[in-house]
Each structure stands twice: as C-alpha cells, then as structure tokens.
C-alpha cells in the first residue's frame, strides 16, 4: 500500500538552482511512472521551483482524477492583508490546474509577528469559500499548533521533519496531535538520502557546492544528532537489520517511522528523472521491525544526541538546520513586529494597534536607554480573542506579543528579568504556568502570578514583563528572529 506515502518534490528547487527550469512535459511523465506505480500522493510548495506546475501538467496531460496534490504557501515576514492571501492561492490554483486546493500547508516565520494569523484566517476564510479542501500546517511548533485549534481553525495536518535523527515529534506534538485529530506527516525522513546504502561506509562530505541543498541541510542534522562517526555506527546497525531483511537501509529508516507518534504519512523526497527508487518505497509498508530490532536501534540512537527545541524551530532560532546554516537563503531581514515612535527624550514607543491602548492611553511598550517595560498584555489580536477558552493558549499568545514588542524594541525573550502573571480563575494557574515555564525556562526571570479581576470575561489571562537589553536599538533587524 502507498496511501501513507506522500512523493516530495522539495528538490526540483535544487535542480533548478542554475536558473534552468525542468522541461514540464518530461518531468511530468517520470512522476507519472510512481502513479503507475501506485502512487498517488504529492507535496510541493510555492517556492519549490516548478513543482506545482509539473504536478498541474501530469494532473492534465494524463487526465488523472485521482492525484492528490499538497502544496505550501511560504509568506515572507510582515504585514500580510486578504489580497495577499487571495493571490497566493490563485497562484497555486493556476499553476496546479485546478478549482480547489487539496490541501494548502502554511509556515509562519516569527510567531512573534501576529501577521502570521491574519494570514491564516484568511486562508480559513477562502477554505470556507470552496477554494482550499483542507487547511494544514508546515514546520509548526506543539504550542501554536494547539493555539490554531483553540481559536477555532480546522487543521487536517502538521507537517515536519522527523526521522532517525530527529525525534522532536514523538512527544507532545504527538500528543496533541492525537487529542485534535490532526494528521502528522513527517518529512526529511530519509535525511536527504544520507539514511541509505549509499552513505554506508563514506568519507565525510565537505559542506561545499558538490552537495544539494537537501544534503548539505541534512549533514547538520547528522552534525547535530552525533557526528559522522556517530551516523556510521547508526548506519552499520541498520545494514545488519537490513540485510538479514533482504531490504536496504531506506526503506528500513522508513519503515521504522511509520506510525510511530502520531505519524499517519511520510513525505519522502524524490528527483524527478533522477534515481529512481520506487523499489524501496514499495517495500517499506511490508517491514514490521521485530521487538529485538526496535532495542538494537534504539541503542545506537541513545548513544547521540536529541535535536534540540520543538518541531519547526530550525526555521526560528540557533542551530538552523537549513542548507546555508541561517536563514539568508530565505529571507533578507525580520521587519519588526510593531510600529515604533521616538519621543524627543529618547524614549521608544511600540504599539500594537489594539483599541485599548488608544482608549486607554497607553502603548504596549516602552524602551528608556537599556530597559524595556512591556504593558500588562492579554490574548487580543483586532476584534479576535487567540486560543479561545483555553488558558495555555491564551497564554502562549500573550508571550508572544511581548516577544513581538520586545523585538521591535530591539530586545529578546532572554532579556526579561521580570514578569508578572494575572489569571481570573485560580484554577488556571497550573496550565499558565506551564507554559511560562516552557517560554521562560531558559531565561529564569523573577515572576508573580496572581488571581485577578480582568478586563473582559473572555481573557484568561494577563501577562506583563520587564527586560534589561545590553545591546543597542537596531535599525535594520536581523532575520534570526
């Protein structure tokens, strides 16, 4: 069975990465011999070079009504309006050929920049209109992945990196996961090739141009999870598995994923025309790894180490595991999440546009010389209340307008030394603080919470901060958000 594989096309980027693009025609017919195959499932994006528009050829040349196309919409940083959206989708409807969207995965750079959500209820909106079938998430994190749900957003599925060497997912993401339904499809699963007979016994690649840029994001994974001699060991005891099969090394790490987690697919790379591996892909749903096999693995993966952070934070903070090693093959800077005004004292001002803080008089925070003082802050964007009635939820999206004002200020979550937390209802202290331990964990400010009175039955909670910044406001923000 092929249904919980799902054919990658993240590297036809890389083969046009010269600015030739693939011949349509030609690589729509060597995708159409995996559908022969039995193959019926694939994932692109918008920045995947010309892979929505190979998969609209093959879905028209070859009149195939039954091919599942996902794709991925991959804003750049910044304010994002509903003719952004629309046009976005327009894009991927023309380019695949098609009235409706199976399913359209969005990615979110810095949560800390709210404009991801006016994008995404947006989407939701078009959802509604009959263009989108279903709405997923890409590179998500657990906690704003739970935050989407609570506020009301269908999601079909999360899609991130896991494998062998990447282990993120099998914890609470998992677990929430389950709890809403939601579908985990796992990409990056055969780590760029590397989990293969191919690499067994290899020198150590140089990061250099000879590699693609699946390979060279992949090595610091391996870099990350243990080193290469590490990796060899791992993939000397997955050949003694394999071999006493009668199957390769792929299809073993693939075969050891599925439904590990909350795993319902795997996304796994392929190169239209280029090495051919639909053998292997075949024979990954007939593995079932015995109770002894599962220990021998799992003793080669307990001698390296986890990948650090949740899903999705290779995009957002240090190490970033991408081709380049930092975001500047992505973007070219992180704009500030707010507005900001300079007084004639030296005093900087960011706003965050709520109502109250014209009604009241008030910004959302405020920067004098090295200190950053950021308002009491509830779980408000515009008209809308973020992670409905739950109270980690609202929680998470509080400290994420305080990392917005603090970035826009020139300032970092790790600059806090002081918050403090108001909830309505005492009986949400234990969730509020778990997810200020999750946020603050490796800060370790002072902190105070308390039960209130808030402004508002729907607020759950209320947050304010204070930080101490050692460096100076910046003009043009880094894109390490």
């Not at 960011?350 to 950053?372: L, N, P």
Request: negative net charge.
């Amino acid at each position: 069975m092929t249904d919980n594989l799902i054919l990658g096309l993240w590297q036809v980027a890389d083969m046009e990465r010269s600015g030739a693009k693939l011949d349509p025609a030609t690589a729509s017919a060597a995708l159409y011999d995996y559908y022969a195959d039995g193959f019926r499932r694939f994932d692109m994006a918008d920045h995947y070079g010309s892979a929505e528009e190979i998969c609209g050829t093959l879905r028209t040349r070859y009149g195939l009504t039954d091919l599942w196309c996902q794709t991925k919409w991959v804003p750049t940083p910044g304010r994002v309006g509903p003719q952004d959206v629309e046009a976005a989708v327009t894009r991927a409807l023309q380019r695949l050929r098609t009235d409706r969207l199976d399913l359209l995965q969005f990615h979110a750079w810095n949560y800390a920049d709210p404009s991801w959500l006016d994008a995404i209820f947006a989407l939701d909106r078009l959802r509604e209109k009959g263009l989108i079938a279903h709405l997923g998430l890409t590179n998500f994190d657990e906690a704003h992945l739970d935050m989407v749900v609570q506020s009301g957003i269908p999601v079909y599925s999360n899609q991130v990196c896991c494998s062998l060497l990447d282990r993120r997912a099998f914890g609470p993401m998992s677990d929430t996961c389950r709890r809403h339904g939601i579908r985990l499809q796992a990409f990056g699963t055969l780590a760029g090739g590397y989990l293969s007979d191919r690499w067994l016994g290899a020198a150590e690649p140089p990061m250099d141009d000879r590699l693609t840029w699946s390979q060279m994001k992949y090595k610091r994974y391996i870099d990350v999870a243990g080193g290469w001699a590490w990796f060899q060991r791992l993939l000397g005891v997955l050949d003694g598995i394999a071999k006493a099969r009668g199957v390769s090394i792929a299809a073993l790490a693939g075969a050891w994923l599925q439904g590990r987690g909350a795993v319902d697919a795997l996304v796994i790379g392929v190169r239209p025309g280029e090495r051919q591996h639909r053998t292997d892909l075949k024979s990954l749903s007939g593995i079932v790894l015995t109770s002894a096999e599962q220990d021998t693995i799992r003793e080669a993966l307990d001698s390296g180490r986890e990948v650090p952070g949740d899903c999705g934070d290779e995009y957002r903070r240090p190490p970033f595991l991408t081709a380049s090693g930092d975001l500047s093959h992505h973007l070219d800077a992180m704009p500030k999440p707010y507005p900001t005004v300079t007084d004639n004292r030296g005093r900087t001002r960011a706003f965050s546009g709520t109502s109250w803080e014209d009604m009241a008089g008030y910004c959302r925070a405020v920067r004098v010389g090295d200190r950053i003082l950021v308002s009491g802050t509830t779980a408000s964007h515009g008209d809308r209340l973020i992670g409905g009635g739950d109270p980690a939820a609202q929680a998470h999206f509080a400290i994420d307008k305080i990392e917005g004002a603090l970035q826009s200020l020139g300032g970092r979550l790790e600059d806090v030394v002081r918050t403090r937390v108001l909830v309505s209802d005492i009986a949400h202290w234990e969730p509020v603080a778990h997810a200020h331990g999750r946020r603050f964990g490796h800060v370790r400010p002072v902190n105070t919470l308390v039960q209130a009175l808030l402004v508002g039955r729907e607020y759950l909670v209320e947050i304010e901060a204070e930080a101490v910044v050692a460096h100076p406001l910046a003009d043009n923000p880094s894109p390490q958000p």
